[in-house]
Structure formats: structure tokens, C-alpha cells
């Protein structure tokens, strides 16, 4: 069964920094290109970042660019969030996803259950 | 505000078929990228329902339904049940931004 758990998400001061990790089990992580995208409280989707099966190629939303880095560690199936100078917008359900494809536009599936990021003093 | 819009909330009878748009432009659906749709059951997350515009995973009950026309797209559920009541978002490409992006969602409510 294919599984993402992610973790690392928690209460942080407005500027502080928080690395979010997700461990991946039931396919080969490697093969795959994932994501990480964040659902503010009561609100909508918002894509946040996104990684190819190397890590070679990476890809960021305006509103996060400069501050968060994405990464992987293929021999640990695990991929990772680094977070810096944090700010109250991001106070978000941060869920890590598989992206698939076929032909065209990725998509996202599966979903981890995702990992609570607030920010606040 | 969303790139993708959709309408904030939809409603039917139980048995009945809805539909849910999302509009795009032309640096997205208009731009030829595919379309994607999600459920999103409360305190859960989002789950795929539809693919490539118009396709469905092994699961997901024949029920949904999804096509592409233009710069929009739209997620057709009939024979609506109870269950059907909730969240759904649609998702693309943008190649403005050079990003994936989400509609805002729309919410379902079974009358």
C-alpha cells in the first residue's frame, strides 16, 4: 500500500524556520516526482513546492520563493521542507503528494494526511 | 483569488446530477494542460477523483464524470448520495506563472 506520513509541523514565531519530512513506503520513492502543497485554515488549495525524481529540478510557489526549499533523500524515501522566515500566512495543513502523469499536467495522488504549520508570537 | 475559478457552492436532491465548472485562460486549461479533480471529504485529505479531464481511477464510482472544453472544465456527479457532500477542487498548469494551480473549490450540498 502506498503510504506518505508526514511530520515536523508545529507552533512557530513569526520569522523562525520549521523542516516538515515525509516518508514515503509502498512504492519506489525514487521513481517518483513529489510535491508539497498547504491548505490555510477554512480555505482552498495552494501549491507550494514541487521536486523531480532526482532532485535535480525544483519548483516554487511566488509566495513561498527564497524562503522554503524542497530536497529528497531517495536512499531514505523521504522527502523534506525546509521553511525559513516564516510568516502568519503560512499557517497552514502542509500535505506532501506523488505527482503522476501520463501524458499532459501532473497530478497529485496519493496525499499524506498532512502535517499542522502555524505561525504565530 | 484563484487562477481556476469555481463556484463557491452547488446543491442538489439525492439522485439528481450536478455539475461544478472551472474556468481557466488561456495560460492554462486554454493552453491545452490538462484538468484534474479532488474530493475532499472534512478533516481528511483532498482524494483523486478524475484525471487527465476525463478519466478515473480504479474506485471511484462511475458516477463522476469529467470533460474539457476551451479554457474550462466541469465534474458532472450524478445519481447524487448523501456522501457526495463535500469539498471538491479542480487543479492545472499555468504557464504564466509556470505553476500547478488549484480552483478555489466548491462545496456540495446534498439537499
Known amino acids: 500500500e502506498v503510504q506518505l506520513l508526514e511530520s515536523g509541523g508545529g507552533l512557530v514565531q513569526p520569522g523562525g524556520s520549521l523542516r516538515l519530512s515525509c516518508a514515503a513506503s509502498g512504492f519506489t520513492f525514487s521513481s517518483s516526482a513529489m510535491t508539497w502543497v498547504r491548505q490555510a485554515p477554512g480555505k482552498g488549495l495552494e501549491w507550494v513546492s514541487a521536486?523531480?525524481?532526482?532532485?535535480?529540478?525544483?519548483y516554487y510557489a511566488d509566495s513561498v520563493k527564497g524562503r522554503f526549499t524542497i530536497s529528497r533523500d531517495n536512499s531514505k524515501n523521504t522527502l523534506f521542507l525546509q521553511m525559513k522566515f516564516l510568516r502568519a500566512e503560512d499557517t497552514a495543513m502542509y500535505y506532501c503528494?506523488?505527482?503522476?502523469?501520463?501524458?499532459?499536467?501532473?497530478?497529485?495522488?496519493?496525499w499524506g494526511q498532512g502535517t499542522l504549520v502555524t505561525v504565530s508570537s | 483569488q484563484s487562477v481556476l475559478t469555481q463556484p463557491p457552492s452547488v446543491s442538489g436532491a439525492p439522485g439528481q446530477r450536478v455539475t461544478i465548472s472551472c474556468t481557466g485562460s488561456s495560460s492554462n486549461i486554454g493552453a491545452g494542460y490538462d484538468v484534474h479533480w479532488y474530493q475532499q471529504l472534512p478533516g481528511t485529505a483532498p482524494k483523486l477523483l478524475i484525471y487527465d479531464n476525463n478519466n478515473r481511477p480504479s474506485g471511484v464510482p462511475d458516477r463522476f464524470s469529467g470533460s474539457k472544453s476551451g479554457t474550462s472544465a466541469s465534474l458532472a456527479i450524478s445519481g447524487l448520495q448523501a456522501e457526495d457532500e463535500t469539498d471538491y477542487y479542480c487543479q492545472s498548469y499555468d504557464s504564466s506563472l509556470s505553476a500547478w494551480v488549484f480552483g478555489g473549490g466548491t462545496k456540495l450540498t446534498v439537499l
Open positions: 521536486i523531480s525524481r532526482t532532485g535535480g529540478g525544483t
Open positions: 503528494a506523488k505527482r503522476a502523469r501520463s501524458t499532459g499536467t501532473d497530478w497529485f495522488d496519493p
